[in-house]
């Protein structure tokens, strides 16, 4: 498919040691039936071998910098597209693998065109054929959603994971750009979340597809996590922080998400001690710190 030269495409990839992943993630972006006009990879300090493999390819633009997590490499990412000039920003996860034509989906559906729509979401899919769990988005409650998705084959969200996602330039100017201090986890969330708080809009595009190559489907990621991993200490306080976020923004209502991230906590401590067949204090304790830690995280 040939470029519309009256809208530029960056595709931005952030990537930890994942080299042979990254390979088959940048062989899908150039390979798409629209490619993207420039692919940027932050190389958040790999030392996998990631950079000598990508000092070797010509096509890309590529910016190694220490390890900020998801967040900070997200951040490099949207900001050294958005000072290129690009109209729209794809990001994709090192992992995640787009159809061929997943690009192309999301730029010609149509609401890419509407002003007020601030960013366009892949349907993504675990590698068995499911929905994958981390990716799925929260949708507003409201009925007409269905009947759009019905007839337009696009369903209005409210959230959406990096994993394949694209941004309109314009709402950067608005929004700012990614949330560094979120490090891991919730950065995605949180970003999509004010997007919508701003008064743009979200859709997930159903002919949009991808593979998302992640170590498991869980439903629930914090439940086999040991306590002290990098993962759990950010992702559960960026989770807690989050479900306040999303309560107040489909019910206006801070008590309310208050009260249904108590109930997270509550029911992730009775899980893990279920599972594990005993009480383990310390464990507890360290997760209910994460916990208060989410519950003042602005």
């Not at 601030?118 to 994958?132: A, E, K, P, Q, T």
Request: hydrophobic fraction near 40%; aromatic fraction near 12%.
């Amino acid at each position: 498919m040939k470029k519309n030269n009256e809208q530029k495409i960056a595709a931005v990839v952030v990537t930890y040691n994942r080299l042979e992943l990254l390979k088959e993630c940048i062989n899908s972006l150039r390979n798409q039936t629209r490619e993207p006009d420039e692919i940027i990879i932050v190389n958040n300090n790999s030392t996998d071998g990631t950079e000598e493999w990508l000092i070797n390819q010509s096509d890309l633009t590529v910016i190694t910098q220490e390890n900020s997590g998801s967040a900070g490499g997200q951040y490099t990412g949207i900001k050294t597209a958005y000072d290129k000039g690009y109209d729209w920003i794809w990001c994709i996860d090192t992992d995640v693998i787009p159809d061929l034509n997943s690009l192309q989906m999301l730029i010609i559906s149509d609401v890419s065109n509407n002003l007020s729509v601030g960013f366009l979401s892949s349907v993504i899919f675990y590698i068995d054929g499911r929905l994958c769990s981390i990716n799925i988005p929260y949708l507003p409650i409201e009925k007409r959603i269905v009947e759009s998705f019905i007839e337009c084959d696009n369903l209005e969200i409210i959230s959406s994971s990096f994993g394949s996602v694209l941004f309109r330039k314009n709402i950067l100017d608005k929004v700012g750009f990614p949330d560094k201090r979120y490090f891991i986890w919730g950065d995605d969330v949180d970003f999509t979340f004010r997007i919508i708080e701003n008064g743009f809009k979200g859709f997930l595009i159903k002919k949009s597809r991808a593979i998302h190559y992640s170590a498991s489907n869980e439903t629930d990621p914090f439940l086999d996590l040991n306590v002290n991993d990098i993962k759990m200490k950010y992702g559960l306080r960026n989770t807690v922080s989050l479900i306040i976020r999303r309560n107040s923004i489909l019910f206006n209502s801070k008590i309310r998400g208050y009260l249904a991230s108590l109930v997270f906590i509550s029911k992730l401590l009775y899980q893990r001690i279920k599972k594990q067949k005993s009480f383990k204090i310390i464990e507890s304790l360290i997760l209910i710190k994460y916990y208060i830690n989410g519950l003042f995280f602005k």
